[in-house]
């Protein structure tokens, strides 16, 4: 299953499994529970690669003076 996300004029596509994508809306998958974090990385994973996050992370400590 491919999802897909406009922001910004990015577009994402991250491909999932039909658990994964059941996983994220809620469903529990009592003999996998690692479902839905697989799922959560393969998505972050996704952004990582298209956004620069870096630069977001920094902390200009000058103004928490």
Same mark, same amino acid.
């Given at each position: 299953?491919?999802? &897909?996300?406009? &922001?910004?004029?990015?577009? @994402?596509? +991250?491909?999932?499994?039909? *658990?994964? $994508?059941? $996983?994220?809306?809620?469903?529990?998958?009592?003999?996998?529970?690692? +479902?839905?974090? @697989?799922?959560?990385?393969? @998505?972050?994973?996704?952004?990582?690669?298209?956004? *620069?996050? &870096?630069?977001?992370?920094?902390? *200009?400590?000058?103004?928490?003076?």
């Amino acid at each position: 299953m491919n999802s &897909s996300l406009k &922001s910004g004029g990015h577009k @994402i596509s +991250v491909e999932l499994t039909a *658990d994964e $994508a059941l $996983a994220l809306t809620g469903v529990k998958f009592n003999g996998n529970p690692q +479902v839905e974090a @697989i799922a959560k990385k393969k @998505i972050r994973k996704a952004f990582e690669k298209t956004f *620069d996050f &870096s630069t977001q992370d920094k902390v *200009d400590y000058e103004l928490l003076k």
